[in-house]
Nanobody, 121 residues
Framework: QVQVVESGGGLVQPGGSLRLSCVAS????????MGWYRQAPGKQRELVASITSGGSTNYADSVKDRFTISRDKAMNTMYLQMNSLKPEDTAVYYC???????????????WGQGTQVTVSS
């Protein structure tokens, strides 16, 4: 069994910072791509940032130069450092992991339960 769990959300004032964490645990053979997605009320879920096993990163234009994604491969952990937060960053942030379970040859997508980020004064 595999679990993906996010943490680190909360309420922050505009211009502030937050750091999200995501841990994948269980019977994992390898993790390919990990990513952060977000969904604001009434909007579709969108990709915020992603990072490959080789460390290549990809960011949504709206967060470039403000957010930084990183990964600790040994700990199956991913982070999202969010600086200069804006009210429009308010959303539920989800962790996604594309991984291969032990004993399997087929990668599958796993989602966390989400963590709320609210940017408001």
């Amino acid at each position: 069994q595999v679990q993906v769990v996010e943490s680190g959300g909360g309420l922050v004032q505009p211009g502030g910072s937050l750091r999200l964490s995501c841990v994948a645990s269980g019977s994992i053979f390898a993790i390919n791509v990990m990513g952060w997605y977000r969904q604001a009320p009434g909007k579709q879920r969108e990709l915020v940032a992603s990072i490959t096993s080789g460390g290549s990163t990809n960011y949504a234009d709206s967060v470039k130069d403000r957010f930084t994604i990183s990964r600790d491969k040994a700990m199956n952990t991913m982070y999202l450092q969010m600086n200069s937060l804006k009210p429009e960053d308010t959303a539920v942030y989800y962790c996604n992991a594309d991984l291969i379970r032990r004993g399997s040859l087929v990668p599958r997508n796993y989602w966390g339960q989400g963590t709320q980020v609210t940017v408001s004064s």
